[in-house]
Structure formats: structure tokens, C-alpha cells
């Protein structure tokens, strides 16, 4: 007898069989206990899918725009598919939805694809925590908004800002507010060796006793016209408040505690809004740090010396510019006085960053 036998089959006949006479009839398939279909690995393609932005997330729901410019635009709100996994979803990014995408009360669709990424931005808990926090996917400019007082500016912040911009590949743009309360003019001179755009602004003074807007609003439209724009700042600076004012919309705006002197959080979710004039602009809520564990040391001094900015007339050493230098080369120069004092503290905060991050 062979090594193989199940008894005898119908006619009496013993049913023994060489390992060579196995077919395709000799397997046997038990049912699936389940009732339910295997698992595959195969994942669906989503032909059907229709692409649209993500303007908000909020406790794992997501408003999508789809056909945005256009007579059918409207705003859906979606959940992750499966197939996702463990990537991110945020403001800005360009997905593919399947589902009910007809924007009907009570309708859900699915986010199965995400696009590819121009520019992302993040920041982490603290200078030693290497876990980003994803904040804005696909912005072209960082408004870092400061108030020229109450609560007080501070410039180490905003260097941790352009860091971060510099990082992700937006370009910062500095925006002083509050400037009925104090001069912003000391505020910008330490931020003066630098390419960085600086505009200011009033408290609220953004629309004209006849109606029309201040000089200060039409600066800030044509800035982000044609942008995608997403606002930074500590808690109380005004960010909302500008929002509204460029936007039309009621998005919550704070106080500063007068007893701590620090702004009070009221917004709590990054929302995107169109510009009337063309573009978006992405308001994210006020923080009092920014942390900078996810980005590499290296970059940080290059960053700041692309953007350097030297006295008329000057020569560099050997005609080699600043952000083509070495990192030991870029310290050297600057404190033999290339950029002046103010780039000296510039540099010194930048060197305080890189210490921070051992």
C-alpha cells in the first residue's frame, strides 16, 4: 500500500493513489466558516474617482472642495478609506473621492487616494521630539503674523518660523500688526540682513470711512493673489482677524489675557478660504512654540544664508556667495561683520536652534 490512503471509493476498490496520479479533482476545499469573500491583496483602482482639495479636518472628518472655480462647486464632507493606512490626511492636500459626492445633508464619502505633495509643512512638540506634526500640504507662502504689541513679538519665534518654511519650501512672508499700538520699525531691523518681505498693519483698520479698504488690505491681497497662503503666529496676534477681513468670513477672533500678556486660543481646527481677489489662504491656530525636532540641522544655516541679504557694493570673499559657503565658512563670515550686527543675532539665534536640537 502506498503512503497515501482514504479507504475504499465506491465500487469496493482499494483507492490508493502514487504521489504522480495527484490532478486537480484530488483537492479538497473546505467551506469558508465565515460565509464571508477571502481577503485579497489586489486593491481596487477607483476609475471612477473625482479629485478635490481638502479645506478642513476636524476629529477625523474631512471637508473637501470639488470642482472649486466652477459653476458645480461644492464642498462634501468625506472620511479615510481603509486602503489609506497610516497616511496623513490634511488642509491642502489634492485627493480622490469615491462615494455620495453630491454634497446632500447627511452624505458621507471616502478619501482613497492622496495625491502627490508640492510642499509640506510641520513642526513638532519640542526641539527634541523627531515625531512631526503635519500642518499644511501644498502652500507656496507662510504669512508669519506678528503684533507689534500685546502681546510682544518675539523674534526668535519667527526665525523658527522661517526655519520651518525654508525647510518645506514655502516662502515666509512677515506681517506686523497692531502697529497703532507700537512702532514696528525696531521689531523689522532685526530682520533687516535678511530677503524677507515685511508688511504691516493696523488693529482692525481694515476698511476706510468711505468704504473702501486700507492700503494695508489692497498690499495683502496682491500678495496672496494667486497663492496658496497658509497664516502662523502666537495666540492673539490677529491672524483671524485678517482672515476675515481678506476673506468676508466670521472666523472667531480673541483677546490677549491682560494679566499674562499671552494670547488666548480660539481657533482650534486649519481651515482654507478663497480669496476673493484669487488664491487661498489657510488659518491655523496660535501657538506659543514651534518645534523644529524634524528638520535637519544642516539646513538650518543654509537657510539663512540663502535669504542674506549684503550692503550695497560688497564683494564676497573669492566671489563665492554666502549660501554656496560651507557651515564653519558662513559662521566665520558673519561674525567677521559681513552682515552687521543684525546678522550676528541672527546668526546667534539660528546657532541657539541648532544647540536645542543636541
Given at each position: 500500500?502506498?503512503?497515501?490512503?482514504?479507504?475504499?471509493?465506491?465500487?469496493?476498490?482499494?483507492?490508493?493513489?502514487?504521489?504522480?496520479?495527484?490532478?486537480?479533482?484530488?483537492?479538497?476545499?473546505?467551506?469558508?466558516?465565515?460565509?464571508?469573500?477571502?481577503?485579497?491583496?489586489?486593491?481596487?483602482?477607483?476609475?471612477?474617482?473625482?479629485?478635490?482639495?481638502?479645506?478642513?479636518?476636524?476629529?477625523?472628518?474631512?471637508?473637501?472642495?470639488?470642482?472649486?472655480?466652477?459653476?458645480?462647486?461644492?464642498?462634501?464632507?468625506?472620511?479615510?478609506?481603509?486602503?489609506?493606512?497610516?497616511?496623513?490626511?490634511?488642509?491642502?492636500?489634492?485627493?480622490?473621492?469615491?462615494g455620495?459626492?453630491?454634497?446632500?445633508?447627511?452624505?458621507?464619502?471616502?478619501?482613497?487616494?492622496?495625491?502627490?505633495?508640492?510642499?509640506?509643512?510641520?513642526?513638532?512638540?519640542?526641539?527634541?521630539?523627531?515625531?512631526?506634526?503635519?500642518?499644511?500640504?501644498?502652500?507656496?507662502?507662510?504669512?508669519?503674523?506678528?503684533a507689534?504689541?500685546?502681546?510682544?513679538?518675539?523674534?526668535?519665534?519667527?526665525?523658527?518660523?522661517?526655519?520651518?518654511?525654508?525647510?518645506?519650501?514655502?516662502?515666509?512672508?512677515?506681517?506686523?500688526?497692531?502697529?497703532?499700538?507700537?512702532?514696528?520699525?525696531?521689531?523689522?531691523?532685526h530682520?533687516?540682513?535678511?530677503?524677507?518681505?515685511?508688511?504691516?498693519?493696523?488693529?482692525?483698520?481694515?476698511?476706510?470711512?468711505?468704504?473702501?479698504e486700507?492700503?494695508?488690505?489692497?498690499?495683502?491681497?496682491?500678495v496672496?493673489?494667486?497663492?496658496v497662503?497658509?497664516?502662523?503666529?502666537?495666540?492673539g496676534?490677529?491672524?483671524?482677524?485678517?482672515?476675515?477681513?481678506?476673506?468676508?468670513?466670521?472666523?472667531?477672533?480673541g483677546?490677549?489675557?491682560?494679566?499674562?500678556?499671552?494670547?488666548?486660543?480660539?481657533?482650534?481646527?486649519?481651515?482654507?478660504?478663497?480669496?476673493?481677489?484669487?488664491?487661498?489662504?489657510?488659518?491655523?491656530?496660535?501657538?506659543?512654540?514651534?518645534?523644529?525636532?524634524?528638520?535637519?540641522?544642516?539646513?538650518?544655516?543654509?537657510?539663512?544664508?540663502?535669504?542674506?541679504?549684503?550692503p550695497?557694493?560688497?564683494?564676497p570673499?573669492?566671489?563665492?556667495?554666502?549660501?554656496?559657503?560651507?557651515?564653519?565658512?558662513?559662521?566665520?563670515?558673519?561674525?567677521?561683520?559681513?552682515?552687521?550686527?543684525?546678522?550676528?543675532?541672527?546668526?546667534?539665534?539660528?546657532?541657539?536652534?541648532?544647540?536645542?536640537?543636541?
Amino acid at each position: 500500500m502506498s503512503w497515501w490512503s482514504d479507504g475504499d471509493d465506491a465500487d469496493g476498490a482499494d483507492d490508493e493513489r502514487e504521489y504522480g496520479e495527484y490532478d486537480e479533482s484530488s483537492v479538497r476545499v473546505r467551506p469558508n466558516p465565515k460565509g464571508n469573500r477571502p481577503r485579497t491583496k489586489q486593491r481596487p483602482a477607483y476609475s471612477e474617482a473625482v479629485e478635490g482639495v481638502v479645506w478642513t479636518v476636524d476629529r477625523g472628518r474631512y471637508g473637501v472642495l470639488l470642482d472649486a472655480g466652477t459653476p458645480d462647486e461644492r464642498e462634501i464632507t468625506t472620511a479615510r478609506a481603509r486602503e489609506l493606512g497610516k497616511k496623513s490626511v490634511v488642509t491642502g492636500d489634492r485627493v480622490d473621492v469615491v462615494g455620495d459626492t453630491s454634497g446632500a445633508e447627511g452624505s458621507l464619502a471616502r478619501i482613497v487616494r492622496v495625491q502627490d505633495r508640492t510642499t509640506l509643512l510641520r513642526r513638532s512638540a519640542d526641539d527634541s521630539d523627531a515625531v512631526e506634526r503635519v500642518i499644511v500640504a501644498n502652500a507656496d507662502q507662510m504669512l508669519i503674523v506678528v503684533a507689534a504689541a500685546d502681546p510682544e513679538p518675539r523674534p526668535r519665534l519667527v526665525d523658527r518660523y522661517m526655519v520651518a518654511a525654508f525647510d518645506a519650501g514655502v516662502e515666509p512672508i512677515l506681517v506686523i500688526t497692531k502697529t497703532d499700538l507700537a512702532d514696528p520699525a525696531p521689531f523689522a531691523e532685526h530682520f533687516s540682513c535678511l530677503d524677507l518681505r515685511i508688511l504691516t498693519s493696523t488693529s482692525d483698520a481694515f476698511t476706510l470711512s468711505d468704504g473702501e479698504e486700507s492700503a494695508s488690505l489692497v498690499a495683502l491681497r496682491e500678495v496672496l493673489d494667486g497663492h496658496v497662503t497658509v497664516t502662523v503666529g502666537h495666540s492673539g496676534v490677529g491672524k483671524s482677524t485678517l482672515v476675515n477681513a481678506l476673506t468676508g468670513s466670521q472666523r472667531a477672533v480673541g483677546v490677549v489675557n491682560t494679566v499674562t500678556g499671552r494670547g488666548r486660543h480660539t481657533s482650534s481646527s486649519t481651515v482654507s478660504f478663497k480669496v476673493p481677489s484669487g488664491g487661498w489662504i489657510i488659518d491655523t491656530p496660535g501657538v506659543r512654540s514651534f518645534g523644529l525636532g524634524h528638520v535637519n540641522p544642516e539646513n538650518i544655516l543654509q537657510s539663512f544664508a540663502s535669504h542674506a541679504v549684503f550692503p550695497d557694493g560688497y564683494t564676497p570673499p573669492d566671489g563665492i556667495p554666502l549660501d554656496q559657503a560651507h557651515d564653519w565658512e558662513i559662521v566665520d563670515r558673519v561674525e567677521a561683520g559681513e552682515l552687521g550686527d543684525v546678522g550676528r543675532e541672527r546668526l546667534e539665534s539660528l546657532q541657539a536652534l541648532l544647540v536645542s536640537k543636541g
